[in-house]
């Protein structure tokens, strides 16, 4: 469908994240190990808490979750973004720039929430933990997980199809390294200030409720591990909540200056190192952070290391 100076489906061009830089083969060899590592410690998790009994909680199903929604996150955009570097074709099509941006606000918006339940796991543990196997019964894991899943599906489902009806003019170079809303509206053709009021009205409330809930959630964990009698115990839950906190504001504030700031913020520059910060680099932290650093999570991997070990062994005696 062609109208006047641009055609409706015509195929995109994404400029990449390394237009601008001096040695590129080096970021994308950087890229690609961080992709590599994302991908095998959010899968390690997921076969360790599917393999160890011990991991049968509500707190690890929920991380299996946060782990599955992690590379599915990264596997949406990396690949495509090294395979352009290496082919040298940074060309995608109409059909390809919907489906990486609907995936990509599903994936996103699940996570939000996803993330906000999952500090009501926390708090319910450490706040009520006598009351724990009924508030986080496997129902309402279950229902958590929906919830987190649909939230996201509505995310993707209202915005892609908007956002991609509009009229796009006859520059079809995307000055980032995949489909972003914000970048794709800067070609169209037409007055799109209503959208992304509505737009920036819909990323405040899914932004700030759940990190309103995450912020609440641990405050009322820190003010009762405060009361706690055990200095070690104090400690060790300190540690953990600020580091999930540290963890969290980066991912929220990025995506907050991504969607809520004004124009005036905005750089390509800017924005392109801020998404490469929470769609690259937060799927690597998230196993490190809340995962792999867990005594439990350490002792079944061991454990499993050592069942492989010793079946190893034995088939080649």
Known sequence: ???????????????????????????????????????????????????????????YYLL?????????????????????????????????CTSQHFIYLTLAGAEFF???????????????????????????????????????SIDGFLLTPVTMQFPFCASREINHFFCEVPALLKLSCTDTSTYETAMYVCCIMMLLIPFSV?????????????????????????????????????????????YVLPHSYHTPEKDKAVSAFYTILTPLLNPLIYSLRNKDVSRALKKTLGKCLSSGSVSTF
Request: proline share 3%.
């Open 64 to 96: 299996s979750q946060l782990s599955l929604m992690d590379i599915l996150y990264i596997s949406t955009i990396v690949p495509k973004m090294l395979v352009d570097q290496i082919v040298g074709q940074r060309a995608i099509s109409f059909a390809g």
């Open 114 to 152: 996803l993330l906000g339940l999952m500090s009501y796991d926390r708090y319910v543990a450490i706040c009520n933990p006598l009351r724990y196997p009924v508030l986080m019964s496997r129902k309402v894991c279950l229902l958590i997980v929906v919830a987190a899943w649909l939230g996201g």
């Open 214 to 258: 995450i912020s609440a959630s641990y405050t009322r964990i820190l003010i009762t591990v405060y009361r706690m009698n055990e200095a070690e115990g104090r400690r060790k839950a300190v540690a953990t909540c600020s580091s999930h906190m540290v963890v969290v504001s980066l991912f929220y504030g990025a995506a907050m200056y991504t």
């Open 1 to 59: 469908m062609e109208l006047g100076n641009y055609s409706m489906y015509a195929d995109f061009v994404l400029l990449g994240l390394f237009s601008n830089t001096r040695f590129p083969w080096l970021l994308s060899a950087l890229i690609l190990l961080v992709f590599v590592i994302s991908i095998a410690s959010n899968t390690i998790m997921i076969i360790l808490i599917h393999m160890d009994s011990h991991l049968h909680t509500p707190m």
